[in-house]
């Protein structure tokens, strides 16, 4: 399975980016896709994920309300939606797929592939 991510870039404080991510190959089983990201010097965290049979939503309390993840089935695709972009939000993001339950997926450790990381910078 590769995963291609797309969307990256700078912003101001305040805007909005929007993040793809295909999944291709042997895509025939998909459980969850998400999002992690790791800022300079920080440990990688959770941001969101989503449940690919029935669209339930995961979200970071640092993102709630700002950031939103959704899928298209048929491209195997993950978008994650991001408004009122923060300084603290600048990281490379990272997308991840999971084709079987690994117990979570609010952890990297739930996933079984992971995308090449796309930087997002925001400015104030």
């Known amino acids: 399975v590769q995963l291609q991510a797309f969307g990256g870039g700078s912003v101001q404080s305040g805007g909005s980016l929007r993040l793809s991510c295909a999944a291709s190959?042997?895509?025939?089983?998909?459980?969850?896709m998400g999002w992690f990201r790791q800022a300079p010097g920080k440990e990688r965290e959770f941001v969101a994920a989503i449940r690919w049979d029935s669209g339930t939503t995961y979200y970071a309390d640092s993102v709630k309300g700002r950031f939103t993840i959704s899928r298209d089935n048929g491209q195997n695709t993950v978008y994650l939606q991001m408004n009122s972009l923060k300084p603290e939000d600048t990281a490379v993001y990272y997308c991840?797929?999971?084709?079987?339950?690994?117990?979570?997926?609010?952890?990297?450790?739930?996933?079984?592939?992971w995308g090449q990381g796309i930087q997002v910078t925001v400015s104030s």
């Open positions: 190959g042997r895509t025939f089983s998909i459980y969850a």
């Open positions: 991840a797929i999971a084709q079987t339950w690994r117990g979570t997926v609010v952890r990297g450790t739930g996933y079984h592939y």
